[in-house]
């Protein structure tokens, strides 16, 4: 268990970082697999998934994950791209709207593949797997931060010293 973490955290701290979980959608796709395969590690470990398990559940699981990011990027085109023509009320109940539509497909979809998923590990590990994917999620924000903070110190120390070396020569 400490050396699968181990891993995580040091492929999480490799990744450049991104100012926003949003914005893991528009990463360089080596940084994409990287968060996959530490994805799969954190979950397939807390779940306690047997290989047997695994090999079936990521399919199911892999399927289930690609079709809820289509709703959730349905509901941000539409927010990039909303209508000119219409009032921005209009506009913003219409998008009030699809949201709702989107959530009940999502509740749909969740409702379709817990029902496939329970046939291939026990409700224990499916009700594990709202916490992981919470707590996975957490990390990596976690780890985003930090690596973002150490860059603003080490620019801010890079400018301190640039400034003192200007001070200097002159």
Do not use: C, H
Not at 136 to 145: H, N, P, T, V
Request: a positive charge.
């Amino acid at each position: 268990m400490k050396k699968l973490f181990t891993i995580i955290l040091v492929t999480l701290l490799t990744l450049p970082a991104w100012s926003q979980e949003d914005e893991l959608a528009k990463m360089d796709p080596k940084a994409q697999e990287k968060i996959r395969a530490a994805r799969i590690a954190y979950i397939t470990d807390r779940l306690g998934l047997t290989p047997e398990e695994a090999e079936r559940f990521w399919p199911i699981y892999r399927e289930f994950s690609n079709k809820r990011m289509e709703l959730k990027q349905q509901f941000d085109q539409a927010k990039k791209n909303p209508n000119p023509a219409k009032p921005k009320e209009e506009t913003e109940r219409e998008l009030v709207e699809l949201g709702l539509q989107l959530k009940q497909q999502e509740l749909d979809l969740e409702k379709d593949y817990s029902k496939r998923i329970l046939n291939v590990i026990p409700a224990q590990k499916l009700m594990a797997l709202k916490t992981a994917e919470d707590d996975f999620r957490r990390l990596l924000i976690q780890q985003i931060q930090q690596r973002q903070l150490q860059q603003q110190r080490k620019q801010q120390l890079q400018e301190r010293n640039e400034q003192r070396l200007r001070q200097r020569n002159n």
